[in-house]
Every structure is written in structure tokens, then in C-alpha cells.
């Protein structure tokens, strides 16, 4: 194997690794902090005045999820780099896309303010789904070059993006808003783990 293979193999690795530390650190923190969440009110269904996983930013392991963010957006942004290429505009449009992921999770590591009249962190999360949904986009648009990409392509397609677009807009609803978050996080890190494990088997069978 080539140090460039061997490289891309690294990045698709971080895909692969990225999305499991963010899913189990959240996870593994909500379970930790739930006496400190239920003592802000919190709801594990309903819609809260901070939001679910920010609102851990205030809690006792807030330096850790921080931490955590700056990590992953890092990874995110490692991965993307493994996808570039100069021949294909959509090769391009998903490093683009998954950079603005990455950008957009480190600059989650910075506690909201809640008594700001415009919380930030409000402004930049939409970054996340949107850049997200732009990746799936611009991977189903990649797999028309590359048919080793046209089942992942269709499941995208038809099932993913469907489904994570109706978790993203119950979102707006108060009485499930937080249970449409768990699974919009849930969709979009376990998609690009998928897509990740495809690339490393594909780097594999081509090395």
C-alpha cells in the first residue's frame, strides 16, 4: 500500500470513529448528568429553553463535551479531506460540506448564552443539518461516477434523507421536540458511520 492509500484509509477512519465518540460521549453524559438535567427541567421528549446537547455545555462535565466537539469537528474535517478530488465537483461539494460540519461542531464547544436576547448557538446550528443534508446530496450526485456507491445512493435517497428530514421538521414541535433531536443526531451520525465503513472497504478492495 502507498502512503497516499494508506492516508485515505486514516481519513476514512476518522469518519468512522468520529461519529461513535460524539454518539457515546452525548450518550454517555446524559446518563451521567441526568440528576443535573432534571434540576434545569430538562425533558427528554418535549422542547427545553436550552437545548439538548448544549445545555450539558452548563453541567458538570461541560469541559468534556466541549472538548469532545473541538475533537470530533477535527476528525469530521480529516475525513472530509479524503474525499477530494480534482475531477469531480461532487468529490469537492462533500469535503466542502463535511468541512462546514466540522466548523460548525468545534464552534458548538463554546456554552450558549441564555439571557442573549439572539443565542448564538441558535444562529449556528442550523449549519449542522443543513451541511449534512449537503453531504447526503452530494453523495448521491457522486455515486452517478462511481456505481461501488450506487447502494448506499439509493438507501440515501429514498430511506435517509426522508426520514431525517421528518425528524428535523417534528423538531419545530413542542410537545416532541427533544425526542425529534435524539433521532436527528441519531440519522445523521449514524449515516456518515455507514458511508465511512464503505469507503474503508472500498480503500481495501482497491489497494
Known sequence: M???????????LA???????????????TIVQRTY?????????SRNPVQWPSVMLFGPGGSLLSAGFIGVGLLTIWFAM?????????????????TVLGLALMVMAVPPN???????????????????????????????????????????????LPAFLVSLLSTRL??????????VF???MGWIVVLAIR?????RRDS
Open 2 to 12: 502507498t502512503s497516499r492509500p494508506a492516508v485515505r484509509l486514516c481519513q476514512a
Open 199 to 203: 469507503q474503508i472497504a472500498i480503500l
Open 174 to 183: 413542542d410537545a416532541v421536540a427533544q425526542l425529534a433531536r435524539f433521532s
Open 114 to 160: 441564555p439571557a442573549a436576547v439572539v443565542d448564538w448557538h441558535n444562529l449556528v446550528y442550523p449549519a449542522i443539518p443543513i451541511s449534512w443534508v449537503c453531504f447526503v446530496l452530494a453523495h448521491i450526485s457522486f455515486s452517478r461516477g462511481d456505481p461501488r456507491w450506487g447502494c448506499t445512493a439509493k438507501i440515501s435517497k429514498y430511506f435517509v
Open 15 to 29: 469518519g468512522l470513529v468520529a461519529p461513535l465518540v460524539l454518539a457515546a460521549l452525548i450518550a454517555g453524559l
Open 186 to 188: 441519531a440519522i445523521q
Open 82 to 98: 479524503g474525499w477530494w478530488s480534482r475531477e469531480s465537483r461532487s468529490a469537492r461539494l462533500i469535503v466542502a460540506s463535511l
Open 37 to 45: 438535567l432534571d434540576s434545569t427541567g430538562w425533558s427528554p421528549v
